[in-house]
């Protein structure tokens, strides 16, 4: 059983930075693929991108160019922890953040895959 908490979420005006963090209990994130997610306010839960168990990061194809070049993935075996680095934030950037397990390395951008899952962090960007 693994168990997830994000934090790292907050207040900021437009063009700053933010980084969450995924912190992992339970299990060790280094044997799972990381995804993380977002869902703004009367929207679905939105796939952003992960991180494979070899380290290998990608995007999702709805969000890769809104994205490109503000948003990085990394993990922290030390730490078991997987972060999301947020440059350049916008307005629309504006969601909870959630990040998820996935232990098949499958998951993707479906969301209903994946096999754990932490509360969420609220990421508010004023303009």
């Known amino acids: 059983q693994m168990h997830l908490v994000e934090s790292g979420g907050g207040l900021v005006p437009a063009g700053d930075s933010l980084r969450l963090s995924c912190l992992a209990s339970g299990d060790t994130v280094s044997t799972y693929a990381m995804g993380w997610f977002r869902q703004a306010p009367g929207k679905e839960r939105e796939f952003v991108g992960g991180i494979g168990w070899r380290g290998n990061t990608y995007f999702s194809d709805s969000v890769k160019d809104s994205v490109k070049g503000r948003f990085t993935i990394s993990r922290d075996n030390a730490k078991n922890t997987v972060y999301l680095q947020m440059n350049s934030l916008k307005p629309e950037d504006t969601a909870v953040y959630y990040c998820?397990?996935?232990?098949?390395?499958?998951?993707?951008?479906?969301?209903?895959?994946?096999?754990?899952w932490g509360q969420g962090t609220q990421v508010t960007v004023s303009t």
């Open positions: 998820a397990a996935d232990l098949s390395g499958y998951a993707g951008k479906y969301y209903e895959r994946y096999d754990y």
